[in-house]
């Protein structure tokens, strides 16, 4: 990257009230750090409890979500890469977060995540609750990822947003999924 | 027979006092792996229910954060006391949690309604 390159990097992230940004191996190490960066970042700014509490619970979800599902790339291996960005709009906060996945999963992920969008604050509750009671945790890609889904959605102050796109020189294979709360 | 585990990083406080029947947690649980903290948690809670008859079981619980993979083991762990107290046990559930935190006391609610043997009790403390 040029400096010219990182200077309009540098513009973009400003302008969209990015307060920081993540790219990279993600582990739990890094989850962790940057998850008390965040919280020490939310007192200094005195973000009320809940929204801050939210906001904790909301990042480690999403981050571990890219954690355990990242599809490491063909041409780096051993290489989780994610993305995450946590900002300001008006007086919220964002997360969005990208991680990479196998194009087999692309309908199951729409699916859940679509179905949570039709849902109401109390159904995504009892749904939640449901989830809860299921242990099923043998099955290998979903892995409580409903659950994981669904505690976004419950704090969510809008509904989840999702999208996917092709990864460069793996378009058919891997897509880049990106997920986008707001508290 | 006893667990003690000190609070670290992504898990919480564990102090089950088996001998005097007195199961505490504390802290915030989000492990990557939920599995690894948690099963064998189960596993020596799963034992000493077993190995107990008549007790005064009392859980204290003081969870301020946990991940969506921890829930289902937390809810798992509170099924099994559930059950202990519906066949030879007295349990008490202790869930406390910080006054303005919605989210835990909800939980707590959840659990009483659920678990209808557990004599549950959600707490609020200022933090």
Redesign the interface.
């Known amino acids: 990257m040029q400096i010219d390159q990182f200077n309009s990097f540098e513009q973009a992230a400003s302008k969209a009230s990015v307060l920081f940004y993540y790219r990279g191996d993600v582990s739990q190490a890094v989850i962790s750090t940057m998850g008390d960066t965040l919280r020490g970042r939310l007192t200094y700014m005195d973000a009320k409890g809940s929204t801050s509490r939210k906001l904790f619970s909301s990042f480690i979800e999403t981050m571990q979500n890219a954690l355990q599902y990242s599809q490491e790339l063909p041409d780096s291996p051993g290489q989780r890469i994610g993305s995450v960005s946590v900002g300001t709009i008006d007086d919220q906060f964002f997360i969005v977060c990208g991680n990479i996945i196998e194009n087999k999963y692309q309908a199951r992920i729409s699916e859940k995540l679509d179905s949570i969008a039709r849902m109401n604050s109390e159904e995504i509750r009892a749904a939640y609750r449901e989830q809860m009671k299921n242990d099923s945790s043998d099955d290998t890609i979903s892995k409580g990822a409903g659950l994981g889904f669904l505690t976004l959605a419950r704090d969510s102050s809008a509904p989840l947003q999702y999208a996917m796109f092709d990864v460069p020189e793996h378009e058919g294979d891997l897509s880049w999924f990106y997920l986008r709360v707001v508290i | 027979m006893n667990i003690y585990h000190a609070a670290a990083?992504?898990l919480p406080e564990v102090d089950f006092e088996f001998d005097k029947h007195v199961l505490s947690m504390k802290g915030e649980a989000?492990?990557?792996n939920?599995?690894i903290f948690w099963d064998p948690l189960l596993a020596t809670l799963e034992e000493y229910l077993k190995a107990t008859d008549d007790a005064d079981i009392v859980a204290n619980f003081r969870l301020?954060?946990f991940?969506?993979?921890s829930?289902?083991k937390l809810?798992?762990m509170f099924g099994m006391l559930n059950e202990s107290a519906c066949k030879n046990n007295r349990v008490t559930l202790n869930w406390y949690h910080?006054e303005?935190?919605?989210?835990m006391q909800s939980f707590g609610s959840?659990l009483s309604e659920?678990f209808p043997v557990l004599d549950c009790r959600v707490i609020a403390e200022a933090?």
Request: glycine share 4%.
């Open positions: 990083g992504e989000f492990p990557e939920a599995n301020s954060y991940n969506s993979a829930v289902k809810y798992a910080e303005d935190d919605d989210t959840d659920d933090v």
